[in-house]
């Protein structure tokens, strides 16, 4: 099992960034994934999931209206578009597979995790 994050980067308040999670060596399409983040001296925070088929997506409260979640399964990607970024959002983000999706908030309950990419947000 192999996911690859990409896209991170330093960016003003306000900015817009989409983040990609390469997935490998396991059927993706049949799993629930996940986006996680850790912000420098704290533990590692619930982002959003989407379901297997993409049709079903959560999100925490503090990025509702801001962050969408999406997936290619033919691709075997999965996305987070980041619109409206503020300095809070500044972490390190992570794509992880999600095997019980009625415990997708549980970050503990995710079974594979990529090596994360850094978003900073700032002026």
């Known amino acids: 099992v192999q996911l690859v994050e990409s896209g991170g980067a330093m960016v003003q308040p306000g900015g817009p960034l989409r983040l990609s999670c390469a997935a490998s060596?396991?059927?993706?399409?049949?799993?629930?994934m996940s986006w996680a983040r850790q912000a420098p001296g704290k533990g590692h925070e619930w982002v959003s999931t989407?379901?297997?088929?993409?049709?079903?997506?959560n999100y925490t409260d503090s990025v509702k209206g801001r962050f969408t979640i999406s997936r290619d399964n033919a691709k075997n990607t999965l996305y987070l578009q980041m619109d409206s970024l503020e300095a809070d959002d500044t972490a390190l983000y992570f794509c992880?597979?999600?095997?019980?999706?009625?415990?997708?908030?549980?970050?503990?309950?995710?079974?594979?995790w990529g090596q994360g990419t850094q978003v900073t947000v700032s002026s």
């Open positions: 992880a597979r999600t095997p019980i999706p009625y415990l997708y908030s549980e970050v503990l309950s995710y079974d594979a």
């Open positions: 060596g396991f059927t993706f399409s049949t799993y629930a």
């Open positions: 989407i379901n297997t088929g993409g049709g079903t997506t």
